[in-house]
């Protein structure tokens, strides 16, 4: 069976200090990766999304990045993280473009 | 203006009580999603639907394509159910597919 994970679960950071958050998804091949957020009172917001190795495409103009060096690997970056970047990170796959999406466990961030 | 709106914002029940939450969208869709996020922050997918009606277990989730329009039911709710839901809409014109999100509503259900 397919299973995704995220991890840290929890990552408290300064401002300015850099960010790597790792999501991994198992037991399937090619999948469509997805890297969302969702801030305080608001809802998931998609950040970027991916179709295959090396292919990141963003959503929105922002201090993080996200880069994908194997079919199952999926990496949000950040070189110098802001206080505006806190918030609950999810990453999410799919096994085709009009599919469910399932949902890792997620990361809490607060930048201080 | 959010392309997905759900209602209730909030939402108590007694156990027992039927709960009925309320997703309204404006763009084209090929599916609408209900998902579960419990209080840690983890999401599950509940069902994923295009038309009609999907049931599992006390959970129902019915979609009005037409009136662009989706509801998810709980019969005899407990307070295990206490989560928030989020509605989410597949944008039929996305090759990614994308998904708009409504703000969640958060269920509290009280033993």
């Known amino acids: 069976s397919q299973t995704i994970h995220q991890w840290p679960a929890t990552l408290v950071q300064p401002v300015g200090s850099p960010l790597s958050l790792e999501c991994t998804v198992e037991?399937?091949?090619?999948?469509?990766l997805y890297w969302y957020r969702q801030a305080a009172g608001r809802g998931l917001q998609l950040l970027f999304y991916?179709?295959?190795?090396?292919?990141i495409s963003s959503e929105v103009p922002q201090n993080l990045s996200a880069s994908r060096p194997q079919d199952r690997q999926f990496i949000l970056s950040s070189k110098k993280l802001l206080l505006s970047d806190s918030g609950f990170y999810l990453c999410?796959?799919?096994?085709?473009?009009?599919?469910?999406?399932?949902f890792g466990a997620g990361t809490r961030l607060s930048v201080l | 203006k959010n392309e997905v709106e759900q209602s209730p914002q909030n939402l108590t029940a007694q156990e027992g009580e039927f709960i009925t939450i309320n997703c309204s969208y404006s763009?084209?869709?090929?599916?609408l999603h209900w998902l579960q996020q419990h209080p840690g922050g983890g999401i599950v997918s509940l069902f994923m639907?295009?038309?009609g009606k999907k049931k599992h277990g006390r959970l129902i989730a019915t979609i009005n394509i037409q009136e662009k329009h989706s509801s998810l039911h709980i019969t005899a709710s407990h307070p295990r159910d206490s989560a928030v839901y989020i509605c989410?809409?597949?944008?039929?014109?996305?090759?990614?597919?994308?998904?708009?999100f409504g703000r969640g509503t958060q269920l509290t259900v009280w033993p």
């Open positions: 999410a796959w799919s096994p085709g473009l009009a599919g469910i999406q399932y």
């Open positions: 037991g399937t091949s090619n999948p469509n």
């Open positions: 991916s179709v295959g190795i090396g292919q």
């Open positions: 763009v084209g869709i090929s599916a």
């Open positions: 639907l295009s038309s």
């Open positions: 989410a809409a597949l944008d039929r014109g996305s090759t990614l597919g994308r998904l708009y």
